[in-house]
């Protein structure tokens, strides 16, 4: 009857079953959470440079725009039209596009600014 008194079951070191199941999840649900949060960051950041961009192109749009209008019938005669076509793309205008030096030959040109959209 020695068996009976022996301990089969000697206390060890190391996790049991349970303790390692119970971390692996949690572990599981942190870096599942983190994954996420890092995919949407990821959205958010490439949505932030999509609209910056846009911003930009709009800016230098309104810019060349500004900078063509400010032009429109620069040194034309009275009998000449300032605006010689506007669409919902296009404004077509005429302008002296020539230096103002006396004695320079004068001529006239009708610039297009296309708009894209």
């Known amino acids: 009857m020695w068996f009976l008194h022996t301990n089969r079951f000697k206390p060890t070191s190391g996790f049991t079953l349970i303790e390692l ?34 911003i930009q192109r709009a800016r230098f749009a309104s810019d060349v725009l500004h900078r063509e209008l400010s032009l429109a019938g ?30 320079d030959r004068v001529a006239w040109h009708s610039t297009r600014c296309r708009m894209c959209h």
């Open 21 to 54: 199941l119970l971390a692996l999840s949690i572990g599981g649900v942190v870096l599942g959470s983190m994954i996420t949060l890092f995919a949407s960051h990821v959205r958010s950041a490439r949505l932030a440079s999509v609209r910056i961009e846009a």
């Open 74 to 103: 620069s040194g034309m005669p009275n009998a000449q039209p300032l605006v010689v076509y506007a669409g919902p793309t296009d404004i077509v205008f005429s302008a002296d596009l020539t230096s103002s030096t006396p004695g």
